[in-house]
């Protein structure tokens, strides 16, 4: 069946700009996870959403990045006022419902250059 | 915090070899660990998924073993080929659902 998909793949920016990511998880999954991935930081957590819980925010770096989840399926990472330190890979991940700890499963990334 | 180091940070070997890569962890207390794959501007492929209750999970040339109480995990690549090298990453898993990953493991598979 499909991944989970990101969208657009590679985005270029100006500093000051607002932009927005796009994630579609796998059909069924509930749990939806965003991550950063850049350089000297490695994979670092961002935000999660489970089903209608309120999300875990705990990763977010500042106030000018937000996410929400529409209808319990795609999920939208938004960057207000874009800086160059937020150049970087955005990972999104979901994983099934249920009791446990189940595997996360990725998308590809969207790449963000802030000029 | 729990911290994750990942044991070298790059590996070159001729194709063949048996190889094992290296993860630790600072706090016990996981639920679960993964390792994955990531090819160089792609994403992540989960490989392999050890629950706390596991020592050990195989998939074909690859297994991963846990060893919870001393905060260790390795992945064995048996008979290596080119086609494995890549950036292997792996990351633990605690009650906040979220993955605390390592920096990697960049490997290098020379025919």
């Known amino acids: 069946g499909a991944g989970v998909s990101q969208s657009p793949s590679n985005k270029v920016t100006e500093k000051g700009k607002d932009v927005e990511l796009r994630c579609d998880p796998i059909s069924g999954h509930t749990a939806l996870y965003w991550y950063r991935q850049s350089l000297g930081q490695g994979l670092e957590f961002l935000i999660y959403f489970q089903g209608n819980s309120a999300p875990d925010k705990s990763g977010l770096p500042s106030d000018r990045f937000s996410a929400e989840r529409t209808g319990g399926s795609v999920s939208t990472l938004t960057i207000q006022r874009t800086q160059q330190e937020d150049s970087a890979v955005y990972l999104c991940a979901s994983s099934e419902p249920g009791v446990g700890y189940n595997e996360q499963f990725f998308g590809p990334g969207t790449r963000l250059t802030v000029l | 915090k729990q911290e994750v180091t990942q044991i070298p940070a790059a590996l070159s070997v001729p194709e063949g070899e048996n190889l094992v890569l290296n993860c630790s962890f600072t706090d016990s207390a996981i639920y679960n660990l993964q390792w994955f794959r990531q090819d160089p501007g792609k994403g992540l492929t989960s490989l392999l998924l050890i629950q706390s209750s596991q020592r050990e999970q195989t998939s074909g040339r690859l297994n991963a073993s846990l060893d919870k109480s001393s905060g260790r995990s390795t992945l064995y690549i048996a008979a290596s080929q080119p086609g494995d090298s890549a950036t292997y990453l792996c990351?633990?898993?605690?009650?906040?659902?979220?993955?605390?990953f390592g920096q990697g493991t960049r490997l290098t598979i020379n025919p």
């Open positions: 990351a633990v898993r605690r009650g906040a659902q979220k993955l605390v």
